[in-house]
């Protein structure tokens, strides 16, 4: 039936093309300050058009106009151009219509007007939003042409603007980071954070192309006049079988200027296996190139040779300031309130500041806006539950999830008094907001609370806990501008509580507040340039430390330090500039302020001297609101791609940034335990800079996508530690760290195939991070000032993903990673001295622990997918470790019988089977 | 329901055998590591010592192996060299010595298995006298402490040994001995008076290098704990006092972190040791020790039990009257006789502390003791 109805239409346009062609004759003329009248007469002779016009709009028109064999719709453009007159051309009824101020409409067939551009068989409607009620006909779009910009005769040849908003079509949501191209001239744009996109295309007749993560792909034939809205709602893949693992958007990845930048879809994330099968946002980062971990139990990740606090993690502006949950075992973003992460590692757009090495950005997921919807998965040791729906249908949603373990009762019934003793718990808890209160005006809210306690064999209880909250508001203020604004609070705090003993009962506590806001807007320049701008500010209070006796028998000395606080403010401009159609570039420019606030004692030290007990001069108290002293400096964020091809590409960046907030860990494994510390008069902010530089290539029409990158890092004031620092309640930290100099540098390459029964991708990452210390005045000398490699220096890492679709129901997939040892000091002998025995060390992180291996699969089996059916499940069965490698996770050397022994722990040093079933309603 | 659970606790029992230590031993730390160790430090004005010893490897029972048959000499950039004696326990001596303090000296040491090792040159420092020796007592003990100052301020850098001695009593005389079923006569009677000597263990090292004035200050030097047998009767203690240059004295505190504790995973990194001594040959040979050159001052300091009340050290004597038909009972048992009282009865102790302090300590009073 379609096609017939093609068929026809298509024969009708020739027909009156043709028809067109013979009724038309060209126009001959020279007026020179001719009357009106006298143009009207040229017309009729010539052509035996009829001209209705108003005498009383055109008595006084003077017309100057030269044209030879002419079309009719030429030389009128020519001739009434500047006069404030429109015309329409009625080829059937051969009459032309002169109007001023509005123009009218013959409702003609198009070809007439443009018969080089038009293609026949098209359907010809003044669309601007299809979007209401029409959306899920998806395959209306194909055949319908959608005019843009305000109509004209001629299309006269220049650029005009084509902006939109993209949202999912079932749900409402705006949809981010969606690509909208055409291929003639190559040209792309995605959607930035509120879904909008702007092109600036040539004008006239294109095939658009629009993409997205999930999303089924859609082409619109547009005909573009001049710079115009075009909304789009696209619909989600229906068989979720068929989404892709990774889905960073195919074309982005050659055409976005940023470079280093990995996207991952919540989708793709499931499919990769984890350790007891629970979806772990961190661990699927952890196989992207340049992103590594010390350990298989630790918290956080490395970016590039950056260290763990060197990673901004955002969560909906918020910043998580302990990703993980049981010492690292499981991450604590619970995967089903999230759409999806994106991990800066190069290019780090202008609004975000205040760490070194990278930003991790964890998009919350919102609920869906029609009807009320639930998820729940049960693992073997943690389960997790999710509800979302309308609260108000379109226009308020909320997204509730949470997570806990129910170890602890499987603990109870082990015959192993050990056992019994230890308990292990956490749950963390999601909510999301959103409101529509009009189609200019949004609020985004989330809540996330996240709670670990470990009780070890002992009395000793550790606990930590993860408080956030957000709340925004987007606002379109023009199709040219828009903004957000945000403010959000972030708290990290933990707990160890020793009762062992009554006598030495004690309680010992850190937290970490921080306050947030920033106002952000994109301001689409015109059709080159496009500006995001704002400024931004955080509010620090930290307690350092508290140890306080517990219970009335402790005998423990209080002691508290004293706490901190500190003012981050910034400004940013980042401009995005397209150069030619191959060339753009992002110029972005950030310029943060950082003030250390009273009230606080701040010791000075003799210049010169390394800081240390014996160097300290004085201690100064300041006041409330004090500024004690302030650091500042720009911050340069530049980038620029060049198109070689369409599917090819070279990009280069560089970045520079600071850090006013370091944690503090001198173990190799990030411990829970581990506190940050505020730069102050004494421990100078860090200060980074990167360049890199990318070839990406895309093969069968973005299917393989291949990239290249190589970067060169340099750090300034890294922190590291004097051996045997002590950092939890120390007084007078600033003598235990030293400011080291880094740099790292390393060449990143990856393989990925999105789609197809075969899915997945290899990266190989070759990395280095060395750090000097050469002041003989800043502190002892590491290595004799030679340079050294940092704790998390794995120069070979290789990991391919795959992903093999047997049937629409059932897929396996495959984990495999391999990596160098990390480095470690090792003991290498002992001696006599000063009347004790003494070890000796080798050089700092001078040895390697044995490489890394591990290779993972699991199976995901799907019950059947009708429609209609009231739940979905699913199983993911897998094992963790198939070769069951012991892969060392950390080495210890203790002291038996008067000899020195060395042992190595490794944590998941087994074959490790797990069982997850999900079910979704 | 009942194989869910089963199941459960299957995976849990994996989550518990999941982690496993297996012995750790990297070449590095079998192959035995065999550097030069120096310790102690050139003296003006009195004897001086120093002692060679070597590294050993991590699994080594023995941790002091001596560097024997070494020539060891001290230069002058002027060309005076001078010899030391050693023993076979790697200690190598040198008598009162007066040095130039206008010249610089540099430590020499041929070793008859690793080559040639020579230091920097060093400057003479002179020493200036400790002040005083003083101390407290509170609830958990007397905690000692040294004072001094350098009139001309040029110091600085202090580095302490001392030498501890305390007189240790058994309080019975023991008269007696059961020897094949039959009390006799203990002869001799075992010591009751003697005295223990230690040395310190600790690097214990001082800096007045932010004050003003060079003026060290209850400088800690060694805490008594309340229950001690250090102050059972008479305590005394020797200070040296060695002044140091600053690359020594950082030298000494990186020494000071690294300190017997081995490294496991939350430990704390451990300190790079690079002293003044090198290996002729290979300058990246690892050599521990820090020559420096001094004048040492000494004083000496008595406790005695009357100037700290309330003393918490007793020693366990539990006395047991033993008539005479039960002495096979008891003193057959191990039970030691110590006296007999007019009815015939005899007492005796399982302690040898009670009776006999040459178990722990020297009876040979020392030359110095008052």
Redesign the interface.
């Known amino acids: 039936m379609k096609i017939v109805l093609l068929l026809c239409f298509a024969w009708l346009a020739l027909v009156s093309v043709y028809a067109q062609e013979r009724q038309t004759r060209l126009l001959t003329a020279n007026l020179k300050d001719a009357p009106f009248v006298q143009l009207v007469q040229e017309v009729e002779k010539q052509t035996g058009f009829y001209v209705y016009y108003a005498p009383a709009q055109t008595d006084s028109l003077l017309i100057t106009a030269r044209f030879t064999n002419s079309t009719l719709e030429a030389a009128l453009e020519r001739a009434l151009i500047n006069q404030g007159l429109e015309f329409a051309i009625d080829t059937v009824a051969r009459t032309v219509y002169v109007t001023q101020g509005q123009k009218l409409y013959p409702h003609l067939p198009e070809g007439y007007f443009a018969p080089k551009r038009q293609q026949p068989g098209a359907q010809q409607q003044i669309v601007i939003d299809h979007f209401e009620g029409k959306a899920n006909k998806s395959w209306i779009k194909k055949d319908k042409l959608y005019e843009i910009g305000r109509k004209t005769h001629t299309i006269t040849p220049g650029m005009a603007r084509l902006s939109g908003q993209i949202r999912n079509a079932h749900s409402g949501d705006l949809i981010i980071g969606a690509t909208v191209q055409i291929d003639e001239p190559f040209t792309g744009a995605a959607t930035d954070a509120l879904g909008n996109y702007t092109l600036v295309l040539p004008k006239g007749r294109h095939t658009l192309k629009v993409r997205s993560v999930g999303m089924q792909p859609e082409e619109y034939q547009i005909i573009l006049y001049s710079d115009g809205q075009l909304d789009i709602g696209l619909i989600d893949q229906i068989d979720q079988l068929k989404a892709v693992v990774i889905q960073a958007n195919r074309e982005a990845n050659v055409v976005q200027t940023t470079m280093g930048t990995e996207k991952l879809d919540i989708r793709a994330i499931r499919k990769v296996p984890t350790v007891m099968g629970e979806t772990d946002v961190l661990r699927v980062m952890l196989t992207l190139p340049g992103v590594k971990t010390v350990g298989e139990a630790s918290t956080g990740f490395n970016v590039r040779g950056g260290s763990v606090d060197q990673n901004l993690i955002l969560f909906n502006e918020a910043t998580v300031y302990n990703p993980s949950h049981l010492f690292g075992f499981f991450s604590a973003i619970n995967s089903d309130v999230i759409e999806g992460v994106e991990l800066y590692k190069s290019s780090i757009p202008a609004q975000y500041g205040g760490r070194l090495s990278s930003v991790l950005k964890i998009s919350p997921r919102w609920g869906n806006k029609k009807k009320v919807e639930g998820k729940a998965g049960i693992g073997l040791l943690t389960s997790r539950f999710t509800i979302e729906g309308p609260i108000f249908k379109d226009r308020t949603s909320f997204i509730l999830g949470g997570r806990a373990t129910y170890s602890n009762w499987v603990l109870r019934l082990l015959d192993n008094a050990e056992f019994r003793n230890s308990s292990g718990s956490f749950h963390d808890l999601n909510l999301n907001l959103t409101h529509e209160i009009d189609n200019k005006n949004s609020l985004y809210f989330t809540a996330y609370y996240s709670q670990d306690q470990f009780k070890l064999r002992s009395d000793t209880v550790w606990g930590y806990n993860n408080k956030n909250a957000t709340l925004s508001w987007k606002r379109i203020f023009s199709n040219k501008l828009e903004g957000e604004f945000s403010g959000s609070f972030s708290r990290y705090n933990y707990g160890v509580n020793s009762e062992s003993d009554p006598m030495r009962a004690f309680g010992l506590s850190f937290d970490i507040n921080q306050i947030n806001g920033k106002a952000g807007f994109i301001y689409s320049l015109n059709a080159s340039h496009t500006l995001q701008f704002g400024l931004s500010a955080i509010h620090y209070k930290l307690k350092p430390g508290s140890f306080l006796p517990l219970g009335e028998q402790s005998e423990i000395v209080p002691d508290v330090l004293e706490p901190e606080q500190a003012l981050e403010h910034a400004l940013y401009l980042e401009d995005e500039f397209d150069v030619t159609s191959k060339l753009t570039l992002t110029l972005g420019l950030r310029y943060s302020f950082y003030h250390y606030l009273g009230p606080k004692s701040v010791i000075s030290y003799a210049s010169g001297l390394p800081k240390s007990e014996n160097s300290m001069l004085d201690t100064v108290a300041y006041g409330a609101g004090t500024f004690i002293n302030t650091y500042h400096g720009p911050e340069y964020r530049l980038s620029a791609r060049y198109l070689l091809s369409p599917t090819l590409s070279i990009k280069a960046s560089v970045n520079t940034l600071r850090q006013y907030i370091h944690m503090l860990s001198n173990t190799t494994a990030v411990s829970p335990t581990d506190t940050w510390k505020l730069s102050d008069p004494n421990i100078r902010p860090q200060f980074g800079q990167q360049v890199s530089l990318g070839l990406y290539k895309n093969f069968r029409t973005g299917i393989i996508e291949t990239s290249l990158e190589g970067y060169y890092k340099k750090i300034n004031d890294y922190l590291d530690y004097k051996g045997g620092a002590e950092l939890i309640m120390n007084h007078a930290i600033e003598a235990e760290v030293i400011n080291t100099e880094g740099k790292a540098y390393g060449a990143e390459f990856m393989v990925k195939k999105s789609s197809g029964k075969l899915n997945g991708w290899l990266s190989y990452t070759y990395s280095r991070t060395l750090l000097r210390m050469d002041d003989p005045n800043a502190g002892e000398l590491i290595n004799r000032g030679n340079w050294y490699p940092a704790n998390h220096d794995k120069p070979h890492d290789v990991t391919l993903i795959g992903n093999y679709r047997f049937s629409h129901r059932f897929s396996v997939s495959l984990n495999c990673t391999y990596s160098t040892g990390r480095p470690i000091t090792l003991p290498i002998g002992k001696y006599w001295f000063a009347g004790s025995e003494r070890v000796l060390y080798a050089d700092r992180n001078s040895y390697r622990i044995p490489d890394y291996f591990r290779t993972d699969i699991a199976m995901n089996i799907d019950g059947n997918h009708n429609l209609r059916q009231l739940t979905h499940n699913s199983w993911t069965i897998g094992v963790y470790n198939l070769t069951g490698r012991r892969n060392v996770y950390s080495t210890y050397f203790v002291s038996e019988g008067g000899a020195i022994k060395g042992y190595r722990l490794s944590i998941f040093g087994t074959v490790i089977p797990f069982i997850n079933f999900n079910i979704r309603f | 329901m009942k194989k869910w659970r089963y ?3 299957l ?16 070449n ?2 079998t ?3 065999n ?1 030069l ?1 120096v ?1 102690g430090s050139l003296s003006s004005g009195s004897p001086s010592l120093l002692r060679l ?12 192996v001596p560097e024997r048959f070494a020539q060891v000499s001290i230069e002058s950039e002027g060309g005076q060299v001078v010899y030391l004696t050693g023993d076979t326990n790697g200690s190598y001596t040198l008598p009162e010595l007066d040095l130039n303090p206008q010249h610089r000296y540099r430590l020499r040491i041929q070793t008859i298995t690793t080559g040639e090792y020579l230091s920097d040159y060093v400057t003479l420092i002179p020493t200036p006298p400790i002040d005083s020796i003083t101390w407290i007592q509170n609830e958990l003990g007397v905690q000692l402490f040294v004072n001094t100052h350098d009139p001309l301020d040029n110091t600085r850098y202090y580095y302490w ?1 001392y030498e501890e001695t305390w007189e240790v009593r058994a309080p019975y005389r023991a008269e007696f001995e059961y020897v094949e079923g039959i009390i006799v006569n203990r002869e001799p009677i075992p010591p009751q008076k003697c005295w223990k000597q230690e ?5 214990i090292i ?2 007045s ?2 004050l003003q004035r060079d003026v060290i200050q209850r400088q800690p030097l060694v805490f008594i704990p309340r229950t001690s047998w250090k102050l059972d009767q008479r305590y005394s203690i020797l200070v040296k006092q060695h002044a140091l240059s600053r690359e020594a004295f ?1 030298y000494f ?3 000071k ?18 002293g003044n001594i090198y290996a002729v040959s290979n300058a990246e040979e ?1 050599v ?2 820090f020559f420096s050159m001094g004048t040492v001052q000494e004083q000496r300091l008595y406790i005695g039990i009357a100037e700290i009340p309330r003393w918490g050290f007793r020693r366990a004597c539990n006395i047991t009257m033993v008539t005479p038909d039960s002495a096979y009972f008891y003193f057959g048992g191990g039970l030691q006789p110590l006296y007999r009282d007019d009815e015939g009865n005899f007492y005796g102790t399982n302690n040898t502390d009670c009776y006999d302090c040459s178990a722990k300590a020297d009876p040979v009073k020392p030359d110095f003791w008052e």
Do not use: H
């Open positions: 199941a459960l606790l995976m849990l029992l994996a989550f518990g055998v999941w982690s496993c230590v297996d012995p750790y031993e990297p590095i730390i192959e035995a590591r550097y160790v310790e010893s070597r590294t050993v490897g991590l699994a080594d029972a023995n941790a002091f040994e040395n310190s263990s600790e690097v001082g800096s290098a932010r950082e505190q990186q020494l972190k690294n300190t017997e504790e081995t490294g496991s995973f939350f430990d704390p990194l451990p300190v790079e040791l690079r690892p521990i020790g």
